[in-house]
């Protein structure tokens, strides 16, 4: 498997919106599932997004759900995650992962499944 790699992230004020993209260089992604994290200072990473591979079936963290859309392209060579109406606590360093952990059509949501991860890429969000 490639390492998926996070980009798109910047500064942006309260209510602000960004587009994050995950992908592997020249390849496709091969997982059962892919998810996005997000890590600040002093705290453990979080699962804010994740989304089964094959079926597409999504699943958000409630803080940002209706806010956070987590998509993948048809051919599985990218995933997105579209931040709308971003708050200041959004602010993190942001990653993608994937898990190769079979559960079904359902995105895995432990951290502890997801084996391959990018470097992540920063949302700053100013008040």
């Known amino acids: 498997h490639e390492q998926p790699v996070a980009s798109g992230g910047g500064l942006v004020q309260t209510g602000g919106s960004l587009n994050l993209s995950c992908a592997a260089s020249?390849?496709?992604?091969?997982?059962?599932?892919m998810a996005w994290f997000r890590r600040t200072p002093g705290k453990e990473r979080e699962i804010i997004a994740a989304?089964?591979?094959?079926?597409?079936?999504?699943w958000y963290k409630d803080s940002v759900k209706g806010r956070f859309t987590i998509s993948r392209d048809n051919a599985k060579t990218a995933m997105y995650l579209r931040m709308n109406s971003l708050r200041p606590e959004d602010t993190a360093q942001y990653f993608c992962?994937?898990?190769?952990?079979?559960?079904?059509?359902?995105?895995?949501?432990?951290?502890?499944?997801?084996?391959?991860w990018g470097q992540g890429t920063q949302v700053t969000v100013s008040s």
């Open positions: 992962a994937g898990s190769t952990y079979y559960g079904g059509d359902y995105p895995s949501l432990k951290p502890s499944e997801y084996e391959y």
């Open positions: 020249g390849h496709t992604f091969n997982y059962y599932s």
């Open positions: 989304i089964s591979w094959s079926a597409g079936i999504t």
